[in-house]
């Protein structure tokens, strides 16, 4: 079965920053990576996503992902980050098995951004 | 277009209550799937459906049951509420049953006294 980690709970950082949110995966075939982030009392919205090709996707909000099969990793970065950047965020994997796939997620990385 | 739409928001329930979770997408989204979320957790798969007709469980299925009987509509039903299943629930569908990209609704936060 697949898992995710997310190895922080918690990250601080100062508005204008660069961050890095870490993700590591454990999926025997090639997998398919998300990042999804959650505002307070709200849904989960997609960043971006990787199913095969460049490494180096880019998502909404000016979000970048790199997939490294060899590290089983996927982070999440961002040059600068806004205060509107704080919220929770989660890296997911995709198993297909029978034809279908079932997402899994990390236990999320709670980003704070101070002034 | 509304996405996926769960109602109710908020409810709270007694041990031993049952209640229906609604969950209905507008997308024609095949894949259709409940998530809980506890703090410290991250999202657990409860069950999910790959189409009319057909269900699966997932991580955590136990005191939950749920139907299929329309592309639109994917209800989750507690049988008998428990503490433990406090939670915050999510429904999610996808357009695809292989790639899994999901699109999520805003929660259902449920307390069971």
């Known amino acids: 079965a697949q898992s995710v980690t997310q190895p922080d709970i918690h990250i601080t950082v100062s508005e204008g920053a660069s961050l890095e949110l870490r993700c590591n995966y454990s999926y025997g075939a090639t997998p398919y990576l998300f990042w999804y982030v959650q505002s307070p009392g709200q849904g989960l919205q997609l960043l971006l996503k990787y199913f095969s090709g460049d490494t180096l996707v880019q998502g909404i909000k000016g979000f970048e992902a790199e997939f490294k099969r060899s590290q089983s990793s996927f982070n999440l970065r961002k040059p600068s980050v806004h205060w509107s950047d704080a919220a929770e965020y989660f890296c997911?994997?995709?198993?297909?098995?029978?034809?279908?796939?079932?997402?899994?997620f990390g236990k999320g990385t709670m980003l704070l951004v101070s002034p | 277009n509304a996405g996926v739409t769960q109602t109710p928001k908020f409810q709270v329930l007694k041990t031993g209550q049952s209640m229906t979770l609604q969950c209905a997408q507008d997308?024609?989204?095949?894949?259709m799937s409940w998530y809980r979320q506890d703090p410290g957790m991250g999202l657990r798969l409860i069950h999910y459906?790959?189409?009319?007709?057909?269900?699966d469980q997932g991580e955590v299925p136990n005191g939950y049951n749920v139907s299929r009987s329309t592309t639109e509509d994917f209800p989750l039903r507690l049988l008998s509420a428990a503490p433990s299943q406090t939670s915050v629930y999510f429904c999610a569908s996808s357009y695809s049953v292989t790639t899994g990209e999901l699109f999520f609704g805003e929660g259902s936060r449920l307390t069971v006294l």
């Open positions: 459906s790959v189409g009319a007709g057909i269900t």
């Open positions: 997911a994997v995709g198993a297909v098995g029978s034809g279908y796939s079932t997402l899994t």
């Open positions: 997308m024609n989204h095949e894949y």
